[in-house]
């Protein structure tokens, strides 16, 4: 089946600082990914759709100098988050589709202290 | 703007018992997905739906999709604990992406 890989899966830092988390597909190409976040016994809300080659898009209400896409190759997508604060921390998940299917990589878990 | 609400938003129910969830969405789409998640993992692909009327079962899950009526639903039956965790339906929000708006959530506590 597709596997989609994160990195990493938790991540504690100072407020103020940068954080990178990855996203791989890793038996399959994955022209678009998606990003979500997701509170505390809440729903997932997608953040912005990453777009192989080109610039990603965001949903209404992120905002696109804070947390920065890029998706560089076709198996991978990386979500940036600029000077995080606490109010950033959550549980950030990526999916890639194959074959009608959204496959969800294992979530990255961000405390910002 | 497309909304996609379940109900119920929680559940705890008896080993042995049936029952349904449902999930309800505001504007057209042409596939609907249903994924579990256990506490503090990410989610688990159980059901692809793709047209109306479609029914795809598995194990004690069963799930079906009524287009016309924007309704899926998602029945368990012969609950058992094993199945307890929080299970989402998500909806394609446009003809050619894959973008997905994900429903509430339905948490489910199966007891003995």
């Known amino acids: 089946g597709a596997v989609v890989s994160q990195h990493p899966s938790w991540v504690i830092c100072k407020s103020g600082t940068s954080v990178k988390i990855e996203c791989r597909s890793l038996?399959?190409?994955?022209?678009?990914m998606f990003w979500y976040r997701q509170f505390p016994k809440q729903s997932l809300m997608l953040m912005a759709t990453?777009?192989?080659?080109?610039?990603?898009?965001?949903e209404q209400g992120v905002e696109k100098d804070k947390f920065l896409i890029n998706h560089a190759s076709l198996t991978l997508s990386t979500l940036t988050v600029t000077s995080a604060h606490p109010e950033d921390s959550s549980f950030y998940i990526c999916?890639?589709?194959?074959?009608?299917?959204?496959?969800f990589g294992p979530g990255t878990r961000l405390l910002v202290l | 703007e497309l909304k996609v609400e379940q109900n119920p938003l929680f559940l705890s129910m008896q080993e042995g018992k049936n029952y349904t969830i449902y999930c309800n969405y505001s504007?057209?789409?042409?596939?609907l997905y249903w994924y579990r998640q256990d506490p503090g993992k990410s989610l688990e692909s159980l059901f692809v739906?793709?047209?109306?009327?479609a029914v795809k079962q598995e194990g004690r899950l069963m799930a079906s999709l009524d287009t016309k009526a924007r309704l899926s639903t998602l029945h368990i039956t012969a609950a058992v604990h094993d199945l307890s965790a929080t299970y989402f339906c998500?909806?394609?929000?446009?003809?050619?992406?894959?973008?997905?708006?994900f429903g509430t959530g339905t948490r489910l506590q199966v007891f003995p």
């Open positions: 504007t057209t789409s042409d596939r």
């Open positions: 990453s777009n192989e080659g080109s610039k990603a898009t965001y």
């Open positions: 739906l793709l047209s109306n009327g």
């Open positions: 998500a909806v394609v929000i446009s003809y050619n992406t894959d973008k997905l708006i």
């Open positions: 999916s890639a589709g194959f074959q009608e299917t959204q496959y």
């Open positions: 038996d399959f190409q994955a022209t678009t």
